[in-house]
C-alpha cells in the first residue's frame, strides 16, 4: 500500500502548484480533490501479494529455482531462434523456471510472438508485420538468421496460443512482454486467460507502455501486471549514448525522460496497480528495492547476461532476474558487483560512472519535486515522440 507520505506530499505539491498559478485557495482545493477523487476511482488495486507471488517465484523447481526465477529472454534467444516453440523447449532443457515473449500481431490481427516491427533481423523475409497476414508471416523462416540456422531449418512464427500451451505443457511461467496494440493485446489475452486458467498463478503482463497494462487491468483486474522501465532510455542508448545528434532533440527528450521517470515511480504504478516492477539492472539498488518494498512491488532486474551476474542472483535470495542465454565461454568479463542485503533481500549494484551518475540524479534531485504533473507525463511522452523513429524504449527488451 503507497505510504501516507506519499499521498501528502502529492496532493500537497498540487495544491501548492495550483495555487501559485491561479492565486485562488478555492480553486486549488476544488482542482486537488478533483485528483485525489480520480486516482481513487479510477486506479486498480494490486493483486494479493501472494498470488503474485506464485508467478515471480515459482516453487517446485528444485532447490536452486526456489530462491530465484530464472526467465529466458525472448524465450531463450542465444540457444535457439527467438520466440520461437525450439527456444521455450531449449529453455526448459537449460533449467529455466519462465520464459519472456514478444506479443506482436500479423497484418489479419492473428496474435503472434515477434519482437521487433518488421521480420527483417529474424527471418529470411523482409516487411513490417502490419503488411504481412499469418500465413505469409508461417511461410517463413524464423532461424534464419540465428547462428544455429541448420539446427533448427525451418522454425515457423508461433501463435500466442502455441507458446503458451508449450509454455503449460513445460511448467514454465510466462512473461507476456507487450511492444503496443493495447486494445488488442489486451482482448487477445483475456482470451487467453480464459481459455488457460491456470495462467493466471503462472504468468505476468509487462509493458514499457502503461496503456497496455491500464487496459490489460481492465479486461480483467485479475491478472498479474508489471510496468518495465529504464531511465533515460528516451534520450540515449543503452550503451548511454545520445539518440539524438540535435541538440534541441536531446534536451526535450531528456526532459521527457524525467517526466516519464515521475510518473513511472509516484503515479502510473499506483493508477495500474502492477505487482512488479521491470528495471534494466544497472539501476537495481538497495534503497531502490526498498523503495518498491515499501509500496508492496517485487522488483525484477533484466537483463542478467554474464556468468559473475547468474552466478550473484542463483546465490542470493535475491528478486527476480531475466537472462538472455547461457553464458559463452569467451564473453567479455562482467562489471564489477557488489553485494548488499537488506532483510533476506539482495540486489546487485553495477559500478558504471555514467549510469550511477545519472542514477543519483533522479533519485537526489528529481523524485522528491512535482509529484502533481506526473499524471500528464505518459501524455505529453507520447505526444512527443510520436513522430519521432527509433525512440521505442522497448527495443532492448
Not at 539498488?285 to 554474464?306: K, P
Not at 539482495?346 to 540524479?361: D, F, G, L, Y
Request: glycine fraction near 6%.
Amino acid at each position: 500500500m503507497l505510504p501516507l507520505g506519499d499521498e501528502v506530499a502529492l496532493h500537497s505539491l498540487v495544491f501548492v502548484l495550483v495555487l501559485l498559478g491561479t492565486r485562488s485557495p478555492l480553486w486549488s482545493a476544488v482542482l486537488t480533490t478533483s485528483l485525489y477523487c480520480f486516482l481513487a476511482m479510477f486506479r486498480f488495486p494490486q493483486v494479493a501479494r501472494s498470488r503474485a507471488r506464485l508467478v515471480l517465484q515459482p516453487v517446485g523447481c528444485g532447490a536452486e529455482s526456489a530462491r530465484v526465477s530464472v526467465i529466458a529472454h525472448r524465450g531463450g534467444a542465444h540457444d535457439a531462434p527467438e520466440n520461437t516453440i525450439a527456444a521455450i523447449r531449449e529453455a526448459s532443457k537449460n533449467g529455466a523456471t519462465g520464459v519472456e515473449l514478444d506479443l506482436e500481431f500479423s497484418a489479419d490481427g492473428v496474435p503472434i510472438l515477434m519482437h521487433d516491427e518488421t521480420v527483417d533481423r529474424t527471418t529470411n523475409g523482409s516487411g513490417p508485420l502490419c503488411q504481412l497476414s499469418f500465413s505469409e508471416l508461417r511461410q517463413l523462416d524464423a532461424a534464419a538468421k540465428h547462428r544455429l540456422r541448420d539446427k533448427f531449418a525451418g522454425e515457423k512464427i508461433p501463435t500466442l496460443v502455441e507458446a503458451v500451451e508449450e509454455c503449460i505443457k513445460l511448467q514454465l511461467s510466462i512473461y507476456f512482454d507487450v511492444k503496443g496494440h493495447p486494445e488488442e493485446a489486451a482482448a487477445a489475452l483475456t482470451d487467453v486467460y480464459k481459455r488457460h486458467p491456470v495462467l493466471y498463478n503462472s504468468s505476468m503482463v509487462c509493458s514499457f507502455e502503461p496503456k497496455v497494462i491500464y487496459r490489460m487491468r481492465q479486461r480483467d483486474p485479475e491478472v498479474v501486471t508489471a510496468l518495465t522501465h529504464r531511465p533515460w532510455s528516451l534520450s540515449r542508448l543503452g550503451d548511454g549514448t545520445p539518440r539524438f545528434s540535435s541538440p534541441w532533440k536531446h534536451y526535450w527528450m531528456t526532459l521527457m525522460d524525467v517526466l516519464l521517470d515521475w510518473a513511472h515511480h509516484h503515479v502510473l504504478w499506483r493508477f495500474c496497480g502492477i505487482s512488479a516492477f521491470l528495471m534494466q539492472k544497472n539501476f537495481v539498488s538497495l534503497d531502490y528495492v526498498q523503495f518498491w518494498a515499501q509500496r508492496g512491488v517485487e522488483v525484477v532486474a533484466w537483463t542478467i547476461n554474464t556468468d559473475v551476474e547468474k552466478a550473484y542472483f542463483q546465490k542470493s535470495r535475491s528478486n527476480q532476474s531475466q537472462h538472455t542465454r547461457k553464458a559463452d565461454p569467451k564473453e567479455e568479463p562482467a562489471p564489477s558487483v557488489e553485494r548488499k542485503e537488506y532483510a533476506n533481500l539482495n540486489v546487485v549494484h553495477v559500478r558504471k560512472p555514467h549510469r550511477t551518475k545519472a542514477n543519483k540524479q533522479i533519485q537526489t534531485v528529481w523524485r522528491p519535486c512535482a509529484d502533481g504533473v506526473c499524471s500528464i507525463a505518459w501524455l505529453v511522452y507520447l505526444k512527443a515522440t510520436t513522430p519521432l523513429e527509433g525512440t521505442s524504449p522497448g527495443a532492448e527488451l
